[in-house]
């Protein structure tokens, strides 16, 4: 393809990527999330394919199967935060105004009648918001299936018109960036999903050995909180603990603090993680927690796969220069 035509066609393409950008942006995070999945779930439609089907069927049981393994855990979850909403209200109404703790000899109160309030106001406005977009959810839902099915059914076409756009000479550059790409999908997907399911299986039982009246509730949401990074299912273990603290329970307290902390929240991570982690991608948890925060405050919930995803390629890009500069040097 002469070096002018080529030039036109990726300007052109360019340009009606920027006016989709501009007429999609009400689902745009359902297609980076669709066309993420999808990009990830390529090995498996080829695994499907194997056996024996034609491209349309591996395709379509490929993004049904995508389409129930995200949907069972979420409606599950949902369900029960439903169920038990009204003993959530009731167990945060229950906490006191302030309670006293004695350090070294030293007493403190500390109020929390603040912390309590606003918790019972950001649990009924988030109720109220998720059932009031039940509708669109469904609409959303429904898309992130079909275009998982079409991304999976024309992702070598979609490949080959990448690979077109770009001089031969850089198809390594594409190569590297796109493992990287995939090894960062695996990580926030794959692997994050693996010890989400692992801590809500081992919280279940401390939670009821422990006391609380809602294990399961409690383990679930230990399990979504470990797509958090850094502070993840602790967030759930802290609260608790001070649950104990607050009704003078200060044994209770400790014990919750030892005992959740280190099967909840610490024992998933080097339980999965090294099994996993030679599938993922090579970047420090400091940047990782850079991209994750990052991409959440800039482009909302987004910016959870969009922020790691271009804090990775940012890492391989500099990887790729300082090995050219390397081999410049020699």
């Not at 099915?149 to 077109?164: I, N």
């Not at 273990?237 to 649950?243: H, K, R, S």
């Not at 044994?251 to 090294?274: E, S």
């Given at each position: 393809?002469?070096?002018?035509?080529?030039?036109?066609?990726?300007?052109?393409?360019?340009?009606?990527?920027?006016?989709?950008?501009?007429?999609?942006?009400?689902?745009?995070?359902?297609?980076?999330?669709?066309?993420?999945?999808?990009?990830?779930?390529?090995?498996?439609?080829?695994?499907?394919?194997?056996?024996g089907l034609d491209p349309w069927w591996a395709a379509a049981a490929t993004a049904v199967g995508a389409a129930v393994v995200s949907l069972v855990p979420a409606g599950a979850f949902a369900y029960l935060l439903y169920v038990r909403s009204s003993g959530v209200l009731a167990f945060v109404r229950a906490l006191p105004d302030a309670f006293d703790v004695t350090v070294v000899g030293v007493a403190f109160t500390v109020d929390v009648s603040t912390l309590t309030a606003t918790a019972e106001g950001v649990f009924r406005d988030t109720a109220l918001s998720v059932l009031g977009a039940l509708p669109v959810l469904g609409i959303k839902f429904t898309l992130f299936a079909v275009l998982v099915?079409?991304?999976?059914?024309?992702?070598?076409?979609?490949?080959?018109?990448?690979?077109?756009a770009v001089p031969l000479r850089y198809h390594d550059v594409v190569a590297a960036l796109s493992g990287r790409a995939r090894e960062t999908l695996y990580a926030i997907y794959v692997l994050q999903a693996a010890t989400a399911l692992v801590t809500a299986a081992v919280a279940v039982p401390v939670f009821w050995a422990l006391g609380?009246?809602?294990?399961?509730?409690?383990?679930?949401?230990?399990?979504?909180?470990?797509?958090?990074?850094?502070?993840?299912?602790?967030?759930?273990?802290?609260?608790?603990?001070?649950?104990?603290?607050?009704?003078?329970?200060?044994?209770?307290?400790?014990?919750?603090?030892?005992?959740?902390?280190?099967?909840?929240?610490?024992?998933?991570?080097?339980?999965?993680?090294?099994?996993?982690?030679?599938?993922?991608?090579?970047?420090?948890?400091?940047?990782?927690?850079?991209?994750?925060?990052?991409?959440?405050?800039?482009?909302?919930?987004?910016?959870?796969?969009?922020?790691?995803?271009?804090?990775?390629?940012?890492?391989?890009?500099?990887?790729?220069?300082?090995?050219?500069?390397?081999?410049?040097?020699?």
């Open positions: 393809m002469p070096y002018a035509r080529r030039t036109v066609l990726i300007a052109l393409l360019v340009l009606v990527a920027a006016l989709a950008f501009v007429v999609l942006a009400g689902v745009l995070g359902t297609v980076v999330f669709a066309t993420t999945v999808a990009y990830l779930l390529v090995p498996l439609y080829y695994r499907v394919e194997d056996r099915f079409g991304l999976l059914v024309a992702h070598e076409d979609a490949e080959s018109a990448v690979l077109a609380f009246t809602y294990p399961v509730t409690l383990a679930l949401v230990c399990g979504v909180l470990q797509f958090l990074p850094v502070v993840g299912p602790s967030l759930v273990v802290v609260g608790l603990a001070l649950y104990r603290a607050s009704v003078g329970d200060v044994t209770g307290a400790l014990t919750v603090l030892v005992v959740a902390g280190a099967l909840v929240a610490w024992l998933p991570d080097p339980l999965v993680r090294p099994r996993l982690s030679r599938h993922t991608a090579r970047i420090p948890g400091s940047l990782y927690f850079v991209g994750f925060t990052g991409g959440l405050l800039t482009v909302g919930a987004l910016g959870v796969i969009v922020g790691p995803l271009v804090v990775a390629l940012l890492v391989e890009t500099v990887s790729l220069l300082a090995d050219e500069e390397g081999k410049y040097r020699s």
